[in-house]
């Protein structure tokens, strides 16, 4: 057995899994606000991506200034598609409002590839060395990248959700709507702030991810790649999320070593996370952390 790659992947892993975490947890924030599951996320991490793309090549502004443009851009774009579009399908059915979400998806990725095209765009290198050394493994730069963007996302959100009014007032929201806007708190306002810091949170994995292995559409496939974290960790669940995300990351990386090493299907890495999306909603339908819905006859 080839031990170093085994412990190459699980590091990997981990960190990939740190910035699933970090989109699982734009899908809690969404899902706690609201009761709805956001199916054009991936396109959020495309499109900031492609915005920090557009800043550096065509603006030429240094990487940083990029992709706090992008961020920027991405937090008013949210805010700007949950009032224009979301706001009128408040009050109708959870449903209507998540096939909503499934045409901007498919909007997106049209507008997206007729803008940028379907080639994969690289981000011009922004390391100095491609690998550090840290207790003699070596490791990409910008997985390092992936490490710090995803532990700055994940402190704030716990600093957002313990310490600041508007955290307060949105886990208020998410946990009874009526009382909340008893208290003077705007229900509309909650949801969107919660749709724009999901939409600049996305723009930090997608930009993230565009660093590792360029910028395309097919970044949105990460966002699928997530439901299974997401259901693992249970959807209204922020820690649920980033122990999900963590978790899919290290499975799927250990799967791709399996394979490579005695199966050689070829595909495992890909299909991994889905395998145990199946599992977990046998035995576990909420998650692990979800909250159960008691219903009594």
Request: some cysteine; charged content about 10%; hydrophobic content about 60%.
């Amino acid at each position: 057995m080839n031990t170093a790659l085994l412990i190459k992947l699980l590091v990997n892993g981990v960190i990939i899994g740190a910035l699933y975490g970090v989109v699982a947890m734009s899908f809690v924030l969404i899902y706690k606000a609201s009761k709805v599951v956001n199916f054009a996320q991936g396109e959020f991490l495309i499109l900031g991506a492609f915005v920090c793309f557009w800043l550096v090549n065509s603006h030429a502004l240094p990487f940083a200034a990029a992709f706090a443009g992008a961020v920027l851009f991405m937090l008013c774009f949210g805010a700007a598609l949950q009032w224009l579009v979301l706001r009128p399908l408040v009050g109708e059915p959870v449903i209507s409002v998540i096939m909503a979400t499934v045409g901007l998806a498919f909007f997106f990725q049209a507008l997206l590839k007729w803008i940028f095209g379907v080639d994969t765009s690289p981000l011009p290198p922004i390391f100095e060395t491609a690998t550090v050394t840290i207790l003699g493994l070596q490791v990409e730069s910008a997985y390092l990248l992936i490490l710090a963007a995803s532990a700055a996302t994940i402190a704030f959100f716990y600093w957002f959700f313990t310490r600041s009014r508007t955290g307060l007032a949105m886990r208020a929201t998410a946990f009874d709507q009526q009382a909340a806007q008893s208290l003077g708190i705007s229900v509309e306002k909650m949801f969107a702030i919660a749709w724009a810091i999901s939409a600049a949170v996305s723009a930090v994995a997608g930009i993230t991810l565009g660093v590792v292995n360029g910028v395309s559409t097919q970044l949105a496939f990460t966002g699928i790649k997530v439901f299974p974290a997401v259901i693992l960790g249970g959807l209204d669940s922020v820690p649920g999320g980033v122990v999900g995300g963590i978790v899919v990351g290290v499975l799927e990386n250990l799967a791709e070593f399996v394979d490579g090493q005695y199966l050689h299907w070829g595909n495992m890495y890909e299909i991994a996370p889905f395998y145990i999306l199946i599992a977990i909603l046998m035995i576990k339908p909420h998650g692990f952390w979800g909250t159960e819905d008691i219903e009594r006859v």
